[in-house]
């Protein structure tokens, strides 16, 4: 569905994303993991087009989308969920999902009860300002506006950031269920260890290149993860 080759993001002269090469087929669940400044995030914004790739190419399912604009890419279903959730605090919830329903107004009721469905405690808070919900709330909300846009390939960065454990593993539960109804997922995580238990493969960045890639079950046990990433 997705893949890139030799795909490089610079920040003036600094070069954040090196020569990354990486395939994710239709309906798999795929990891990126790293340290804090490795370049996870850079990454994500490339995909989805809110950097632009100086060298390489993005191509979704055979369409080189490296000059298309954002909307352009969410209109062919590549959707990004930033970690810093970017919701807009002074607005309800209903209107924070409307924000994400722009592209796509015909599917707006139907996805919306999938939403609420997905989040019964937003259905509860519908009218509720986000900025007065808490974090795992905001989360719920900001994983939800993604779905608004009928994602092909949804793309999460770092769902777990100042979240309870608990609250953290049900909303990965919930991204794995999405991924189970049929929408590629790509997770970006600095908690290792709850990525590799959801995901089933993942590629290890380190300084905007990629490291090493395999199976989760392959990673899990490679001596330089577990060093680096799993403090074993």
């Known amino acids: 569905m997705l893949t890139l080759t030799n795909v490089s993001t610079y920040y003036g002269n600094f070069e954040a994303v090196r020569d990354v090469g990486l395939t994710i087929g239709r309906g798999e669940m795929v990891g990126i993991i790293g340290a804090n400044g490795a370049g ?3 990454l994500m914004r490339t995909i989805c087009g809110l950097e632009r790739n100086r060298g390489g190419n993005i191509l979704l399912d ?4 490296s000059t298309l604009s954002p909307r352009a890419r969410v ?14 605090l002074g607005m309800t919830v209903v209107e924070n999902l409307e924000m994400g329903a722009h592209v796509r107004p015909k ?17 509860e808070k519908r009218n509720t300002t986000a900025g007065s919900l808490s974090g795992g709330q905001q989360q719920m909300l900001a994983i939800g506006r993604s779905l608004m846009a009928s994602p092909r390939l949804g793309m999460f960065d770092e769902p777990s950031t100042g979240l309870a454990p608990l609250v953290a593993e049900q909303l990965m539960e919930v991204i794995r269920s999405l991924n189970s109804e049929g929408m590629t997922v790509l997770l970006v995580e600095q908690n290792v260890h709850l990525a590799l238990d959801f995901v089933s493969r993942a ?14 079950e392959e990673l899990k046990g490679n001596d330089d993860v577990r060093r680096s990433y799993l403090g074993a």
Do not use: H
């Open 107 to 123: 599917e707006f009721k139907r996805n919306l009860e999938r939403v609420l469905d997905t989040f019964p405690i937003l259905a």
């Open 62 to 65: 055979g369409e080189n989308i």
């Open 203 to 216: 590629y290890a960045l380190e300084n905007g290149r990629i490291v090493l890639e395999g199976s989760a």
């Open 75 to 88: 209109m062919r279903g590549v959707v990004y969920c930033p970690e810093d959730r970017k919701l807009f």
């Open 40 to 42: 996870k995030t850079t």
